[in-house]
């Protein structure tokens, strides 16, 4: 794409983009559009390094579509993405990333061993044999059984063993654990994250499993419509809104203390007299009698905005993109 009039804004987004240490995913204007319509607009984002993102959306907001432009599987129809810089179609991009997609294609006819052998064919420059078997025999499976004789778990582990044993910077998870019941679900979390933590790896993972998200990860993206809705440091996210609940104000529009702006409130429910609101508000509300106020759970901030009815406020791009 031509870049003909830089503004400083976009020449600060490039430098970052391309800087050693810079952020491992960032997208500028990002657009694609199918024969039913824009399945992203507009997006602009940056996720940083070594850093654990949760991408969450509900059905059909975008989220595989995104995974794809970061893999290069799908061009932009609009604006661009860089990972680690680099455009996606690149060599060097496709070095650094591993991507575990919904479907996990394997061959079932190749036994486990094979499989691991056909990664490090694909990936010669690089192939972490030792990491994979690891992966794969703390799942007691054995080597020489046909994939197509595993059930999904085990397949789900012997794809997380390619990923891994790719050595990949960035590491993209499109619903790794949606075919898994709870218990394998926790236990192929906990080798992702361990894996993570000992090679400092960036992981992007999707999921509707918002309760799971809380301990795994620390940033968040939000799509929601084909738009970013919320994008940033969880923490530093949780921390700018506020889970109000108290009888409801009959003289605002809001139902909430005067003091909150309409233009805040994110998501506010009413049961009889009670209202219960998330607000990206963290000024005073005036009678403390009369209300409580606290930070809300990662759980509540998403399901919040998930919920949502009002555009997104305040989630400007330069917003919407901080670290
Ligand atoms: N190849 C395609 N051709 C046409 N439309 C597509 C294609 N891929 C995705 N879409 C449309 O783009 C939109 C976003 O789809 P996408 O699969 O990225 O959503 P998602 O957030 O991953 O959804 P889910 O949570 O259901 O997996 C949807 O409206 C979908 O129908």
Redesign the pocket.
């Known amino acids: 794409m031509m870049w003909g009039f830089l503004s400083m804004e976009e020449d600060t987004y490039r430098a970052a983009s391309t800087a050693a240490g810079g952020p491992a995913l960032a997208a500028r204007g990002l657009g ?1 559009r ?4 824009w ?2 607009e507009a997006c602009d984002f940056t996720l940083p390094t070594g850093r654990v993102t949760a991408l969450v ?10 995974f ?1 432009l970061a893999t290069g599987l799908l061009r932009p129809t609009a604006g661009e993405i860089r990972v680690f810089g680099a455009d996606p179609v690149t060599e060097e991009a496709r070095r650094r990333v591993a991507f575990l997609a ?1 479907d996990k294609p394997l061959y079932p006819r190749f036994t486990v061993a094979e499989t691991l052998r056909f990664g490090r064919e694909l990936n010669r420059s690089g192939w972490d044999m030792e990491s994979a078997e690891r992966i794969v025999r703390s799942g007691n499976i054995p080597l020489d059984v046909r994939v197509g004789t595993l059930s999904q778990g085990q397949c789900t582990r012997i794809a997380l063993a390619l990923a891994f044993g790719k050595q990949p910077d960035l590491l993209l998870l ?2 790794p654990l949606a075919d898994l019941d709870p218990l394998v679900r926790r236990e192929v979390m906990g080798l992702v994250m361990a894996e993570v933590a000992d090679r400092g790896i960036t992981v992007v993972m ?1 999921s ?1 499993i918002v309760a799971e998200l809380e301990n795994i990860c620390d940033h968040l993206l939000l ?1 929601k419509d ?1 738009a970013v809705r919320l994008a940033g440091d969880a923490q530093q996210l949780c921390d700018e809104h506020t889970l109000l609940t108290g009888h409801v104000d009959g003289s605002t529009p809001h139902g909430l203390p005067r003091a909150v702006p309409a233009g805040a409130v994110v998501d506010s429910a009413v049961t009889g007299r009670q209202i219960t609101a998330l607000v990206r508000y963290t000024g005073p509300v005036g009678d403390r009698e009369r209300w409580v106020g606290e930070p809300p759970t990662l759980e509540e901030l998403l399901l919040g905005h998930l919920r949502s009815q009002v555009p997104a406020a305040g989630d400007a791009p330069e917003k919407a993109g901080a670290a």
């Open positions: 694609v199918f024969r039913s319509g399945a992203l959306g509900p059905n059909g907001a975008g989220k595989s579509t995104l794809h919904q499109d619903e999707s509707h799509l084909g």
